[in-house]
């Protein structure tokens, strides 16, 4: 293999990679919506953030994760923080 074919592959490889974790973010993104679906009532249309930390971490997420999804559903108005401490769909 000379070195033009092992840079090729180098790119590629990165290329899968950058999709594998893009996917999984994605993934993440959904399981964690859907917990927020969950929970959410119809009266009330907002959930305790610490109520979703703890559902997430029960289905195996991090905190660190769970803290980091909710900051980018946030950005991407999926969800928005009513008042501190709750979540609401968007």
Do not use: Y
């Amino acid at each position: 293999m000379n070195e033009a074919d092992f840079e090729e592959l180098m790119r590629i490889q990165r290329l899968m990679a950058s999709r594998v974790a893009s996917e999984t973010e994605t993934e993440s993104k959904i399981k964690l919506m859907s917990i927020i679906n969950d929970l959410v009532t119809d009266k009330n249309k907002k959930v305790h953030k610490e109520a979703v930390i703890v559902e997430a971490q029960a289905q195996g997420m991090t905190e660190a994760e769970i803290e980091r999804l909710l900051g980018t559903l946030k950005e991407d108005h999926m969800i928005e923080e009513p008042e501190p401490g709750f979540i609401r769909r968007a």
